[in-house]
Structures are given as structure tokens and as C-alpha cells.
């Protein structure tokens, strides 16, 4: 029986991932909206943008304090209580559009707050999944989970677009719905979320906590060398995007046009989710790492000479199919090798700097395409993107960790 039957008969990680694949949908949904009905509220382009980042915000905010609360309380509670709030938070936006109608300051409000929600969720949720699915099926946990997130991406926007035509609430109301679902899912998780007990009297501060769990990653190569490459080149490829969307645009090729290239990538995406367990399996989990931090490089020369939405979609799709494997396959090594009483804050601590340099990227796009030009933004971009592989790719602990039967196996011995 492989891997994802295995995962398929896990009861726990099976109510997890319908309820958050369900509940994800709807914040795609509504992270499609917002923008477009604070616009509508206000008529100004930079509240509908400030709608769109004060999620972000909220989410960014919440990481470390919540990486902490899920290293010393019961994770399902967690999980729980950020579902029930966005619910209420999103039930409140659906009350208001019946008696009077949404305001901005509302729904900006709303927005810091689910981000808060989502940041209180991702830790519980990485500690919960490491509890409920062994070390030798985490791999293909995590890749499911990528899948999730993409189809999410993929499909959230067009539902919550046709939703928003109905009824502005409407895409508001199924997202309080969705949330629903998943505190009902998580509630039926049978295995023990308790966080571990921590003997240390008295207990260290939240502040001590936090810098307990940087001190971690900061003292160990392995996990130092992910925290600073995943924050580069976060923000290299996703700066490389939008310049290729932003010259598309430049060269007036129709809407429709280049909207197929945010789709194509994310069709690729989730054929990457679901080929990654079998990717995983077959390379040293090392050597994919290194890889997926090259796949980008060659892929902006096509883009840099070719400025047609049928070259930028292929590029992209290609560099997204390989993605979930490596993501999944590193970040079960990450996991697997992290101490169970540690697992909240190490997933705060590298989420929230993987994700803090992305509202960087339009920015670093449009300077360079409006100083350089497009081509050579392009080239520099995928040039830096080469430089940032090199921090792997000359990483002897990040190189040398082998297939997961191997590494498996050897933390299987070494906790015997």
C-alpha cells in the first residue's frame, strides 16, 4: 500500500485536510473580494490595496506569538477557536450588509483579524499534522497539503468573482459557512493535540520562548541556510511574476490573455502537488532541494526574449511543477528533525520570514522594469535568483540529506 492510501485511511489527517481544503476555498474567496469591495465602498485604488495587505498584516503580526501558544497548549482548541472566530468575524460582515450595509473601517477591521485567525492556525496546524501522520508519510502530508493550497488558488477567485456578481455578501457569507466546517472537522480529530509538558519551573516568558525558537534555527546550519534561501527566493520569484504579468500588460495583450498564465501555473501547481510524493521517493531529499532552487534560472531567458503570454504561461508552469515536491520533501526532513516541544515556533518563525519579504516583491518589480526595462529586469532577476540557489546548493547539511527511506530510517534508530 503506498504513501497516500496510507494517508487516505488516516482518519485524523483526512478530517484535517477536508476541513481546511474546504475552509481554505473561502479564504481565497474572499481575499479575491475584498479589494474589489473596498473599491466599491470607496472608489480609491489604495484602500482596495489596504484591504488586500491588512490581511497580511494580521497574519504577520500573529506568527511568533502563535508558534509559542501551539508549543504550550492543546492545538486542537487552537485550531477551534481561530475557525469559530473567523466565522464570527465573517457572520458580522454578512449582518451588517443585511441592516445597512459594509464599511470600509468594518471590513478592514475583519481583515486584520482573519489574517490574526490564519496566523493562529498555521502553527497548531504544522504541530497537529506532525502528531497525527508518522514521519514516513509526512512527505506525502505536506505535498497533499501543497495541492490544497493550489487548487484553492486556482478556483477561489473565479467562485468568489461570480459570487460577489450575485450578492456582495454572498462570497462572505459561504466563507463564514466554510469556516463552520472546519470547526466542526477539527472537532472530530481522535488523536491527543495536547501540547507536550514542559517540566522548566517557571515556565519562560513568551518573549524567552520566541527567541528560544530562533536560537534553534539559528545555531543549526541546516535550518539557518532554509530561513535566509526560502526568504530570497520568495521574493525573487515572485518578483520574476509579476515583472513577466506587468510586461504582458505593457505589450496590451488582452486580460483573458494573461489571465491564462496565473491559471496555467496553478493547473501545474497542483499536477506538481499530486506527482510530488513520487518525486520525493526517488531523489535524495537534498538533491531536489538544490534543484528546485535552480529550475527558475533557466526559465527567464525564454521570458526575458519572448514577451507573449503563451511563453510566460509554459515558463511559469514548468518552474511550478517541480515547487510542491521540494517544498514538501525539505519541509518533512524540517519536521521530522525539529523536537516535538519546538514545532509551533519553528513553523512561526520560518513562515513569518518567508513571508515578510513578499509584499517586497511588486515593488522590487516595478523599479526595475521602470529603471532597467523589461528584458533586463528579466535577466537580473533570474540572475539573482541563480545567486540565491548557490546558499543550498554550497550547503553541505542541506546536500547531504538523503532519500527519506534513509533519513527515515535513521531517526527511527536514533530514537530506538
Not at 473561502?26 to 481575499?31: Q, T, V
Not at 518573549?207 to 530562533?214: A, D, I
Not at 517541480?322 to 524540517?334: D, E, M, S, T, V
Amino acid at each position: 500500500m503506498n504513501q497516500a492510501s496510507n494517508l487516505r485511511n488516516n482518519h485524523d489527517f483526512s478530517v484535517l485536510w477536508i476541513g481546511q481544503t474546504i475552509s481554505e476555498l473561502g479564504s481565497r474567496m474572499s481575499m479575491f473580494v475584498f479589494p474589489l469591495i473596498a473599491y466599491a465602498l470607496t472608489g480609491s485604488a489604495l484602500w482596495a490595496a489596504a484591504a488586500e495587505s491588512a490581511h497580511l498584516v494580521g497574519m504577520c503580526a500573529m506568527l511568533l506569538p502563535a508558534g509559542v501558544l501551539a508549543d504550550r497548549y492543546d492545538r486542537r482548541r487552537l485550531l477551534r477557536t481561530a475557525s469559530a472566530v473567523g466565522f464570527l468575524l465573517y457572520a458580522s460582515l454578512v449582518g451588517a450588509a443585511w441592516l445597512g450595509g459594509i464599511t470600509i473601517a468594518h471590513l478592514l477591521v475583519v481583515a486584520v483579524l482573519t489574517g490574526a485567525c490564519a496566523g493562529l492556525f498555521s502553527p497548531a496546524e504544522t504541530s497537529a499534522v506532525k502528531t497525527v501522520v508518522p514521519d514516513e508519510q509526512l512527505s506525502t502530508a505536506l505535498a497533499q497539503n501543497q495541492a490544497r493550497q493550489h487548487v484553492a488558488s486556482l478556483v477561489g477567485a473565479p467562485i468568489g468573482g461570480a459570487l460577489l456578481a450575485l450578492a456582495r455578501w454572498l462570497p462572505l457569507g459561504v466563507d463564514a459557512v466554510t469556516y463552520a466546517v472546519s470547526w466542526f472537522m477539527l472537532g472530530r480529530i481522535r488523536a491527543d493535540l495536547s501540547a507536550p509538558v514542559d517540566d522548566r519551573t517557571p515556565r519562560i516568558s513568551t518573549r524567552e520562548s520566541v527567541v528560544e525558537g530562533f536560537r534553534f534555527m539559528a545555531r543549526r546550519p541546516f535550518f539557518r541556510v532554509l530561513m535566509i534561501w526560502s526568504s530570497l527566493v520568495n521574493l525573487l520569484v515572485n518578483a520574476l511574476f509579476f515583472v513577466a504579468v506587468l510586461r504582458l500588460i505593457e505589450g496590451g495583450f488582452a486580460p483573458v490573455q494573461i489571465g491564462v498564465v496565473e491559471t496555467a501555473a496553478g493547473a501545474f501547481g497542483v499536477l506538481g502537488a499530486i506527482a510530488a510524493p513520487a518525486i520525493i521517493d526517488r531523489f535524495r531529499t537534498g538533491s531536489l532541494t538544490v534543484a528546485v532552487a535552480w529550475s527558475f534560472v533557466p526559465l527567464a531567458v525564454p521570458m526575458a526574449f519572448w514577451n507573449a503570454p503563451a511563453v510566460v504561461a509554459v515558463a511559469l508552469s514548468v518552474g511550478m511543477f517541480l515547487n510542491p515536491a521540494g517544498n514538501a520533501g525539505i519541509g518533512a526532513y524540517r519536521m521530522a528533525v525539529t523536537p516535538i516541544d519546538l514545532q509551533g515556533r519553528i513553523q512561526s518563525t520560518t513562515q513569518l520570514v518567508s513571508m515578510s519579504v513578499m509584499p517586497l516583491s511588486p515593488l522590487l518589480a516595478g523599479g526595475l522594469l521602470a529603471g532597467v526595462g523589461g528584458r533586463e529586469a528579466v535577466l537580473l532577476l533570474g540572475a539573482l535568483t541563480a545567486v540565491s540557489a548557490l546558499i543550498p546548493t554550497l550547503s553541505r547539511p542541506v546536500r547531504a540529506v538523503p532519500r527519506p527511506t534513509v533519513w527515515q530510517a535513521e531517526l527511527a534508530g536514533s530514537n530506538a
